[in-house]
Structure formats: structure tokens, C-alpha cells
């Protein structure tokens, strides 16, 4: 009963260096998110795919790039990381608009 | 836009009565609840899809009124367990995009 996964769990990172957060999901969910929080924040939409061969700018998408590789996954690509990009990274999916959003445990991604 | 939530936090005693409020200014189709504890993912409460429609869940429950596009989530005789930040979230009429507001930290002492 894994939901949705996300990998790594942990990530410290040079700034300049690139990098790839991985989420996949077991629900045959639609659609696909990508969050970030930062500290003492709520969270802010980066990208997102409605279905499996779309994808479209969220909120704060400058500096990433996504991947919607199947139905069940969605991938978040940081081409040159730099030290505001620091925060934890929630992937979540859903069925259909109305329905409930389901998150994984998020990655904690710090850029030294 | 960004929903805006009241009061930003919150602190009681265990058993009392708290009501975190969330405004949109959009026309509404659905508002998301969500609750957080520090460190982990947010978790599901509940969702309100039509205008003045009530839920409840346990001690937990919310309003949506569709006109005012404002939703409330009541939590009553409130427990240790419901620390946390609570987050509501807004989606419009076409819209595949959830908007989350800025949170409310509520703190439960015994």
C-alpha cells in the first residue's frame, strides 16, 4: 500500500550541481503535483501534469524542469541549483479535480 | 491568489473549541482541508464541493459557504492529537490547480 514515493528522502547539493527528484504512485491517479514548502510556509505549486503527456508552470516554476514519464510518474529536474531553491519537496496525485490530494513523505533538498 | 487563512495560530487547552477560517478572493468549486504535523506530509481531512454545505469527520468538521467563498473548519473539545498546521486548499471552476493558503498552527496543551 505505498501511495505515492518519492526518492531521494534526504539531498545536500553544491550550488551549480544538477539534480532529479523521482515521485511515482501506485493509484492510477490522473494527475500529478509538485510542492515546495519552506520553512514556516505553506505550499507553492511548481509544476503540475494533468495527465499522462501534460504538464504546466505552477506558481514559482522558474529554475525547474518536469518530466510526466508514464501514468505513474512524475519527475522534478533542478538544472543549475542554487541556494534558494532549498526546501522540502512534496510530490503529490489525485484521480480528478475535486477529489483529495494524496502526498508522499517529501524531500528535504538543502544547496549549499 | 493565495487563500487567506484566520487566525495564523492558535494555542489551547485540551478540550476547548477552535474555528480556523480560509477566504478566497475567487469563485470557489471546492475547498480542501488539510492537516500537517511538524516534519511529515499533509494528510487529507476532508473536502466541501457545494455552497453551504456542512461536514463533518469525528470532532472535526467544516462549512463552505459558495456566495461568500469562504470555508471554516470547527474543531470541538479539541485533543493532543490535533496539533499541527491546518491548511486549506482552493480550486476553481475548470481548474486543475489546488491553492493552498498560508496555514494555521494550532497548538494543543494539556
Known amino acids: 500500500n505505498a501511495g505515492v514515493t518519492q526518492t531521494p528522502k534526504f539531498q545536500v547539493l553544491k550550488t551549480g550541481q544538477s539534480m532529479t527528484l523521482q515521485c511515482a504512485q501506485d493509484m492510477n491517479h490522473n494527475s500529478m503535483y509538485w510542492y515546495r514548502q519552506d520553512p514556516g510556509m505553506g505550499l507553492r505549486l511548481i509544476y503540475y501534469s494533468a495527465s499522462e503527456g501534460t504538464t504546466d508552470k505552477g506558481e514559482v516554476p522558474n529554475g525547474y524542469n518536469v518530466s510526466r514519464l508514464n501514468k505513474r510518474e512524475f519527475s522534478l529536474r533542478l538544472e543549475s541549483a542554487a541556494p534558494s531553491q532549498t526546501s522540502v519537496y512534496f510530490c503529490?496525485?489525485?484521480?480528478?479535480?475535486?477529489?483529495?490530494?494524496?502526498f508522499g513523505d517529501g524531500t528535504r533538498l538543502s544547496i549549499l | 491568489q493565495q487563500p487567506v487563512q484566520s487566525p495564523q495560530a492558535v494555542i489551547l487547552r485540551e478540550g476547548e473549541d477552535a474555528v480556523i477560517n480560509c477566504s478566497s478572493s475567487k469563485a470557489l468549486y471546492s475547498v480542501h482541508w488539510y492537516r500537517q504535523k511538524h516534519g511529515e506530509a499533509p494528510v487529507f481531512l476532508m473536502i466541501l464541493l457545494k455552497g453551504g454545505e456542512q461536514k463533518g469527520h469525528e470532532k472535526i468538521s467544516a462549512s463552505f459557504n459558495e456566495k461568500k467563498q469562504q470555508s471554516s473548519l470547527y474543531l470541538t473539545a479539541s485533543q493532543l492529537s490535533y496539533s499541527g498546521t491546518y491548511f486549506c486548499?482552493?480550486?476553481?471552476?475548470?481548474?486543475?490547480?489546488?491553492?493552498f493558503g498560508t496555514g494555521t498552527r494550532l497548538t494543543i496543551i494539556p
Open positions: 486548499g482552493s480550486e476553481g471552476f475548470g481548474n486543475e490547480k489546488l491553492t
Open positions: 503529490a496525485s489525485r484521480h480528478v479535480p475535486g477529489q483529495p490530494q494524496h
